[in-house]
T-cell receptor, first 113, second 114 residues
Framework: AQSVTQLDSQVPVFEEAPVELRCNYSSSVSVYLFWYVQYPNQGLQLLLKYLSGSTLVESINGFEAEFNKSQTSFHLRKPSVHISDTAEYFC???????????FGQGTRLTINP | ETGVTQSPTHLIKTRGQQVTLRCSSQ?????VSWYQQALGQGPQFIFQ???????GRGNFPPRFSGLQFPNYSSELNVNALELDDSALYLC?????????????FGPGTRLLVL
């Protein structure tokens, strides 16, 4: 079965520290990969996506993610986090031939001053 | 450009009642997908509509049904509400019906079933 696993349910870090949120997927077909962010009491906002081409993708607010096909991973990183990055982060995958996004369980990123 | 909008923002119903949630897609988008997000979990795919036809369905019972209108707006209907239907319901729109196209989400409707 095709699935997405976010290995950490919660990640606490100090402000200005680096962070990595891990995402692995299971699939026998081609995939497209996404990271969405959900701020408290809000819907999902697209952070970045990998469709094809360069395996390293970046967002406008300093996040980046790298598609690793051999390890079936799409980890999200930021070299220096800010208080405003506090949110829930969801990794999502679409599988070739499917109509839906499959989401991980989410990782709650908490930034401490 | 208008983003995805949903109404109402919050809703309280009792078990056994019926509910209709509404979604207006982003300008230029012709595909709408609905997701259920239970507390503390990731969103789960309910179904997708493309050009007014259902274009894929997740593991939800038939009491979850939908419509898409000629202007690409959409409704999600849930009959015979159960306590476990309490969740955030998210609508997402995209272009052309291919999941390679990015899905953009609305703010959601929070449903509480008592």
């Amino acid at each position: 079965a095709q699935s997405v696993t976010q290995l950490d349910s919660q990640v606490p870090v100090f402000e200005e520290a680096p962070v990595e949120l891990r995402c692995n997927y299971s699939s026998s077909v081609s995939v497209y990969l996404f990271w969405y962010v959900q701020y408290p009491n809000q819907g999902l906002q697209l952070l970045l996506k990998y469709l094809s081409g360069s395996t390293l993708v970046e967002s406008i607010n300093g996040f980046e993610a790298e598609f690793n096909k051999s390890q079936t991973s799409f980890h999200l990183r930021k070299p220096s986090v800010h208080i405003s990055d506090t949110a829930e982060y969801f990794c999502a995958v679409t599988f070739q031939g499917a109509q839906k996004l499959v989401f991980g369980q989410g990782t709650r990123l908490t930034i401490n001053p | 450009e208008t983003g995805v909008t949903q109404s109402p923002t919050h809703l309280i119903k009792t078990r056994g009642q019926q509910v209709t949630l509404r979604c207006s897609s982003q300008s230029g988008h012709n595909t709408v997908s609905w997701y259920q997000q239970a507390l503390g979990q990731g969103p789960q795919f309910i179904f997708q509509y493309y050009r007014e036809e259902e274009n894929g369905r997740g593991n939800f019972p038939p009491r979850f049904s939908g419509l898409q209108f000629p202007n690409y707006s959409s409704e999600l209907n849930v009959n015979a509400l159960e306590l476990d239907d309490s969740a955030l319901y998210l609508c997402a729109s995209s272009l052309a019906g291919s999941l390679k196209e990015t899905q953009y989400f609305g703010p959601g409707t929070r449903l509480l079933v008592l």
